[in-house]
C-alpha cells in the first residue's frame, strides 16, 4: 500500500506542521526542508519494494511513519539546539571570565603601580619620622636619666624626713602624757617661764628627805600644794626641755619634706613632659609605620591577585584558542542541525526494517544527495551513533547485553528514541535479552502470543 503518492500531499502536510516552528535557517532552506521530508518518505516508500526484491523481507511506511517523522524532527531538533545553546552558553562564560581576568590583570597592574608610588612616598615619610622619633628618644632619655636621678635624690631625702618624723612623732607621742600632766598641776602658771636656773635653784629642796608630798601633807595643806607645784615645774620643764628640740625638728622636717615634695612634682612633672612629647613622636612614627604596612600588604594582595589571575590566564592560553573554536564551531552546529535532524528523524522513523547495507544506502546514496541539491546544511560523514547517544549509555548497554556493532547500537537507538513501539526480528535473541536486563528494574511483563504483522526493526 502506497499512501500520498503525490509529493505535493505530502509537501502540505509538512508545511503545516513546521509553518509556525522556528528552525535556525534562511526561509527558502526552511521551504527546501519541508520538501526534502515528502521527498525522503517517497524514496523510503520505493525502497521498501527494492529491499523485497533482493531480501524477500517486506518493509512498509504508512501515515503514522511520515507523521513521527515530522514531530521528530520537531523534539530532536529543540532538544539539541537547547543542548548546544547550553554548551554554548558555558563556553561563552569561560570565555567572558577569561576576558575579565585578563582586564583584571591590566588594572591591577595600574593599581600595583600607583601602590608602589605610594608605598614609596610612605617609607620616605616613615623613615623621616622615624630618624625624627629616635633623636627625640635620645632627647627624652637624656633627660629622663638626668630628671630621674632629681627624683631619685628628692625620693631618699622624702624618705628619710618621713623617717626623722616618724621618729619625732613617736617621742612626742611617748612624752605627751607626763607633758600633759604636767601641765595640769601648773594650772596657768607661765610654762614658758620655767628655766634652768629655776630648776636649779630648787634642786636642794628636792635633795631634802623630808621634803614629799606626804610630809607636806602632815605640815599644812597649802604647803602640800606648793611642794606639788614645785615638783610639777621641774617635771615639766625636764619633759619639756626633751620635748622642744622635737618640736622644732619636726617642724624643720617638715620644711625640707614640702621643699623635697616640691623638687619631686617639679621633676614629675618635666618628665611627664618629655614623655609626653616622646609619646607624640611615637604615635607619629605608629601612624606611618601602620599607613605604610597596610600600603604594602595591599600592594602585595594586588601582585598575589595580579600573579594568580597571570597563572590562570597563561594556563588556559591554549584552551581559549579551542574554546574560541570551539564557540564558533557550535555556532556552526546549530546552522548545520536543519539538515543533521533530517537524516537523524528519518533514519529513526524509517530505517529501522532496513539491513545496514540498505541503511547507509538510504542515508548516503540517497538522502545526503538530496541534501547537497537543496544546498540544505548538514554534516558531512555525519555519525548517527554519537549524535543520538553518548559513550556512557553505549557502555551501559553493553553491560546489559547488547553487542557492540554499529548495526545493533544502530537498533538501540532505535528502540529508546522511536516515538512508535518497534517490532523486533530477533532470531538469536540478543535484542530480547537486552530488553530484559535493561527493564528489569521497570518490572517488564512477558507475554507468549501469536500475531501477523509486518515488521519493524530488524536486530541480527
Same mark, same amino acid.
Request: proline share 3%; hydrophobic share 40%.
Given at each position: 500500500m502506497r499512501w500520498m503518492k503525490s509529493p505535493k500531499a505530502l509537501i502540505a502536510v509538512a508545511s503545516y506542521f513546521l509553518s509556525g516552528y522556528s528552525i535556525v535557517c534562511s526561509s527558502d532552506t526552511k521551504r527546501q526542508v519541508v520538501e526534502t521530508m515528502g521527498l525522503f518518505h517517497d524514496m523510503v516508500s520505493e525502497s521498501c519494494e527494492n529491499y523485497f526484491q533482493r531480501y524477500r523481507r517486506r518493509a512498509h511506511v504508512t501515515p503514522k511513519s511520515y507523521l513521527s517523522f515530522i514531530n521528530g524532527y520537531k523534539n530532536i531538533y529543540t532538544e539539541k539546539v537547547k543542548h548546544i545553546n547550553e554548551q554554548a552558553e558555558r563556553m561563552n562564560i569561560g570565555l567572558d571570565k577569561l576576558m575579565e581576568a585578563s582586564e583584571s590583570v591590566a588594572k591591577l597592574s595600574q593599581d600595583l603601580a600607583v601602590k608602589e608610588k605610594e608605598l614609596a612616598v610612605a617609607s620616605v615619610k616613615a623613615d623621616e619620622v622615624l630618624a625624627e622619633v629616635t633623636v627625640s628618644a635620645q632627647a627624652s632619655a637624656k633627660v629622663k636619666n638626668e630628671v630621674q636621678e632629681v627624683k631619685d635624690k628628692a625620693q631618699k631625702i622624702v624618705d628619710e624626713i618621713d623617717s626623722e618624723k616618724v621618729?619625732?612623732?613617736?617621742?612626742?607621742?611617748?612624752?605627751?602624757?607626763? &607633758? /600633759?600632766? %604636767?601641765?595640769a598641776a601648773l594650772n596657768q602658771f607661765p610654762k614658758d617661764t620655767i628655766n634652768e636656773e629655776t630648776v636649779e635653784l630648787l634642786q636642794p629642796y628636792f635633795n631634802m628627805d623630808d621634803y614629799? &608630798? /606626804?610630809? %607636806?601633807?602632815?605640815?599644812?595643806?597649802?604647803?602640800?600644794?606648793?611642794?606639788?607645784?614645785t615638783l610639777a615645774m621641774a617635771t615639766f620643764y625636764g619633759i619639756n626641755r626633751e620635748v622642744l628640740p622635737l618640736k622644732a625638728n619636726l617642724a624643720k622636717q617638715e620644711g625640707r619634706l614640702a621643699v623635697a615634695n616640691a623638687e619631686l612634682g617639679k621633676a614629675q612633672a618635666l618628665l611627664d613632659e618629655k614623655q609626653g612629647e616622646l609619646d607624640k613622636v611615637q604615635a607619629k612614627f605608629d601612624a606611618a609605620m601602620n599607613e605604610k604596612m597596610d600600603l604594602l600588604n595591599d600592594a602585595d594582595m594586588c601582585r598575589k591577585k595580579m600573579q594568580a589571575a597571570s597563572t590562570l590566564i597563561d594556563g588556559l592560553s591554549g584552551e581559549k584558542?579551542?574554546?574560541?573554536?570551539?564557540?564558533?564551531?557550535?555556532?556552526?552546529?546549530?546552522?548545520?542541525l536543519v539538515g543533521d535532524i533530517l537524516l537523524c528523524t528519518g533514519f529513526l522513523?524509517?530505517?529501522?526494517?532496513?539491513?545496514?547495507?540498505?541503511r547507509n544506502y538510504l542515508l548516503k546514496d540517497q538522502w545526503e544527495i538530496e541534501l547537497r541539491a537543496r544546498k540544505i546544511p548538514f554534516t558531512e560523514n555525519l555519525n548517527l551513533i554519537s549524535m543520538l547517544v553518548d559513550p556512557p549509555t553505549i557502555g551501559e548497554w553493553g553491560l546489559q547485553g547488547l553487542p557492540g556493532d554499529d548495526l545493533s547500537i544502530q537498533n538501540g537507538i532505535i528502540v529508546t528514541k522511536a516515538t512508535r513501539y518497534p517490532l523486533l526480528i530477533d532470531p538469536q535473541t540478543q535484542g530480547k535479552t537486552w530488553i530484559k536486563s535493561k527493564e528489569r528494574e521497570n518490572d517488564l511483563q512477558f507475554l507468549t502470543f501469536l500475531c501477523l504483522c509486518f515488521n519493524h526493526l530488524i536486530i541480527s
Open positions: 621618729k619625732a612623732e613617736t617621742k612626742l607621742e611617748a612624752a605627751k602624757p607626763a &607633758l /600633759e600632766e %604636767a601641765e614629799s &608630798l /606626804e610630809n %607636806a601633807k602632815k605640815v599644812c595643806g597649802n604647803v602640800a600644794g606648793l611642794l606639788s607645784w584558542v579551542r574554546w574560541t573554536q570551539q564557540s564558533k564551531e557550535f555556532k556552526a552546529q546549530i546552522n548545520r522513523s524509517y530505517l529501522g526494517p532496513f539491513n545496514q547495507i540498505f
